[in-house]
């Protein structure tokens, strides 16, 4: 892909997800959502993107295997595509935020953005590291229940089976899709580091430390939201039982 044809791609990917996104907001909404259709729209959005994108990222890797022994130069269209397109998407949701959030809110979440489109960009500008970006990508894979928990949780469903099996699988691939993939990357940008500009690897190296705290302290708060503090509360419900059995 030319430089033309990475902006035509990533330009495509913006609308496509604008689009995405006023779609929802003519779905019907769960009554609950409806204090902040906003919200409600954007985490849909959001998966889309990781539905599109995780499946996507898996299938690079399939059809073109030789991109996993060498992710600094070997690519296909299709993988730089996928780069281009979750740039696009992050751009969209970056400026839905700044338009419709305050600042102090989604700090977080536009800096996450930031560092990602940043990244993302060198590769796809240069034509390098490719397959590390997609490698990042399965991260995707895990957004897909992650989302789907916010929008369950939205729609006041947290008390379902749905809602439980969902839970316990987005543990599972926060564990092997996030934690993993991310530490992988870590150990291969230090084993390659003679292999990389030492300006690459200075923003792929900040950018893993960053995504690597942000999880560390996401994957904490569901643990304690989705399995710490329904253990506590099914203790206080028995201890409220036994009182009550005292009483009579």
Known sequence: MDLQSVLLTTSASVGFFRVVNYSFGKLPVPETAQRNTWKWRNISTSFVHSFITGIWAVLCFCMHPQMAEDLIETHSVFSHSLVSVSIGYFIHDFLDMVLHQKINQSWELLFHHIVVITCF???????????????????????IF?????????????KSVLYRVNSMINLGTYVVFRINTL????????????????????????????MTVMNIVLFYR???????????????????????????
């Open 183 to 210: 530490a992988w990357m870590t150990r291969w940008l230090v084993l390659n580091r003679e292999h990389i500009p030492l300006l690459s690897y200075t923003v792929g190296s900040v950018g893993l430390a960053i």
């Open 121 to 143: 960009g060198i590769s796809v500008l240069t034509f390098r590291y490719v397959g590390f970006a997609v490698v990042a990508l399965l991260v995707e894979i895990n957004s």
């Open 146 to 158: 992650l989302h789907l928990r916010q929008m369950l949780r939205m729609a006041c469903v947290s």
């Open 222 to 248: 569901l643990l304690r939201t989705d399995f710490l503090k329904s253990s506590r509360e099914k203790e206080v419900k028995k201890e409220k039982e036994k009182e009550k059995d005292k009483e009579m």
